[in-house]
């Protein structure tokens, strides 16, 4: 996974996996959990009621699949939150791709970082 911050950098807004050391007001942490959702596998689509929705039953691991979260959507989610909170920058930025044992829900990301307001 690559997080290209520089589209955000370039707009002002400092995001760094290191502390930043200049004058700024702390603003909060955030620790964002996300859960990839479940979708049909792709092969399943056109074949009608071949889905059996893992809601409201067994889950069954040959008709669905995780959908795939790109790097830039991770990022731009917890930049989004930082800017809500009335932050201008993320230090101490960590996204994380945790594995688990569950044979359907395979993945989920988990995203953190110390919001905080730069001071100009």
């Not at 911050?5 to 707009?11: E, G, I, L, S």
């Not at 989610?77 to 201008?88: P, Q, Y």
């Amino acid at each position: 996974m690559f997080l290209d911050f520089r589209p955000y950098t370039d707009a002002g807004f400092f995001i760094s996996p290191n502390p930043y050391t200049g004058e700024f007001s702390p603003i909060g942490e955030i620790s964002m959990t996300i859960q990839p959702a479940l979708r049909p596998k792709a092969k399943l689509i056109k074949s009608a009621g071949a889905y059996i929705d893992g809601l409201y039953s067994q889950k069954n691991t040959s008709n669905v699949e995780q959908e795939e979260i790109s790097a830039s959507e991770l990022l731009e989610m917890a930049v989004k939150e930082a800017k809500a909170l009335g932050a201008n920058g993320v230090s101490n930025f960590k996204c994380l791709l945790v594995t688990d044992v569950d044979p359907v829900e395979r993945y989920h990301y988990e995203i953190s970082g110390f919001a905080i307001r730069i001071d100009e």
